[in-house]
Nanobody
Framework: VQLQASGGGLVQPGGSLRLSCAAS????????MGWFRQAPGREREGIAG????????YYSRSVRGRFTISSDNAKNTVYLQMNNLKPDDTAVYYC?????????????????????WGQGTLVTVSS
């Protein structure tokens, strides 16, 4: 499985961006996907996850109500719509995928839950 993340860029506070993560390869094996981010000097943080098994979505407290994760199975793509962006959202954003998630409702934000990772896309929120 290969993941290609895109959509990052420079945006002003309060603005919006939509990140995309296109999957290729053995995509039929993917049962859940997530978005993580890592800011300079900080640990990688799980911010959103989506289960392809039942459509459940999960969000960290830091983004709930502002970010929305969704998937388009026809395009093998997962999206992260980010609204009302703040300077603290500045980070490299990564998408990840897992074929056989374990207790995904609990572990969706754990980096080692995932087997495949995209290359990251930089989001900078600044005026």
């Amino acid at each position: 499985v290969q993941l290609q993340a895109s959509g990052g860029g420079l945006v002003q506070p309060g603005g919006s961006l939509r990140l995309s993560c296109a999957a290729s390869g053995s995509i039929l094996s993917i049962n859940a996907m997530g978005w993580f981010r890592q800011a300079p000097g900080r640990e990688r943080e799980g911010i959103a996850g989506i289960s392809n098994l039942d459509g459940s979505t999960y969000y960290s407290r830091s983004v709930r109500g502002r970010f929305t994760i969704s998937s388009d199975n026809a395009k093998n793509t997962v999206y992260l719509q980010m609204n009302n962006l703040k300077p603290d959202d500045t980070a490299v954003y990564y998408c990840a995928a897992v074929p056989s998630p374990v207790q995904y409702n609990i572990l969706w934000d754990e980096w080692d839950e995932y087997n495949y990772w995209g290359q990251g896309t930089l989001v900078t929120v600044s005026s």
